[in-house]
């Protein structure tokens, strides 16, 4: 099969995924998941389990996912790529960055979802809901920069970034329903969606350079 063809079957399948996900989510057929995994993270009183050390916890986590975090570790990477003379990644990255940021408020702003409403709010939210801001950028950006980087870093270096941005994403997508402030279906579409896009730029984004990786 033509590798070109190839490349595009992952993202028009995860796409599909995600309107199929988007279609159970507003039919109705998934509201007792939804109840389930809000509940899960709430006491009899609806409280959210753990001690007071817990909830600060999470709450730093879900930073982890803010626009300001992400940009910064963007502009990092990008201007570490200018400073190696990887100018045509550097632009395919900011580009792919850029597109996500633009993405997520489209969404939002196209299924218009109301917030939790069943539990009080630990943190602000003022936006739609589905899907997840928070969840969607943290699992799209943070791929998007390990794959911009992978092939310019030593390997095991590249190893660990995987491991600790994969924890970053899930971290982050999770503590959005712990904190009240998102449906889990919300964070699952935000994945579906960060997939489909981070799938999409993979092999642009993964392009060889004249480094290569160390052991």
């Known amino acids: 099969m033509n590798k070109r063809?190839?490349?595009?079957?992952?993202?028009?399948?995860?796409?599909?995924?995600?309107?199929?996900?988007?279609?159970?989510?507003?039919?109705?057929?998934?509201?007792?998941?939804?109840?389930w995994g809000l509940e899960l993270f709430r006491d009899t009183n609806g409280v959210p389990?753990?001690?007071?050390?817990?909830?600060?916890?999470?709450?730093?986590?879900?930073?982890?996912?803010?626009?300001?975090?992400?940009?910064?570790?963007?502009?990092?990477?990008?201007?570490?790529?200018?400073?190696?003379?990887y100018r045509r990644e550097a632009v395919t990255g900011a580009v792919s960055i850029a597109?996500?940021?633009?993405?997520?408020?489209?969404?939002?702003?196209?299924?218009?979802?109301?917030?939790p409403d069943i539990f009080e709010h630990v943190v602000h939210a003022s936006t739609n809901s589905f899907p997840s801001g928070h969840a969607l950028r943290a699992a799209g950006i943070y791929f998007l920069i390990y794959f911009l980087l992978v092939n310019r870093l030593p390997v095991k270096v590249a190893r660990a970034m995987f491991w600790?941005?994969?924890?970053?994403?899930?971290?982050?997508?999770?503590?959005r329903v712990y904190l009240g402030v998102h449906w889990p279906t919300d964070i699952i579409a935000s994945w579906l969606v960060a997939a489909t896009w981070v799938i999409y730029w993979r092999e642009k984004l993964t392009s060889p350079g004249s480094d290569t990786k160390k052991g």
């Not at 490349?7 to 996900?21: D, Y």
């Not at 597109?99 to 917030?115: D, H, I, Q, S, T």
């Not at 994969?166 to 999770?174: E, F, N, V, Y």
């Open 99 to 115: 597109g996500l940021f633009l993405l997520n408020p489209v969404l939002k702003n196209m299924f218009a979802r109301a917030r």
């Open 49 to 85: 389990v753990g001690a007071g050390i817990t909830q600060s916890l999470v709450v730093m986590v879900t930073h982890l996912g803010d626009t300001i975090t992400l940009l910064v570790l963007s502009l990092l990477a990008i201007g570490w790529l200018m400073l190696r003379k």
């Open 164 to 175: 600790v941005f994969a924890a970053a994403a899930i971290s982050t997508g999770i503590s």
């Open 5 to 35: 063809i190839v490349s595009l079957i992952s993202p028009l399948m995860l796409g599909a995924a995600f309107v199929a996900w988007a279609w159970l989510t507003f039919s109705g057929f998934l509201t007792g998941f939804d109840q």
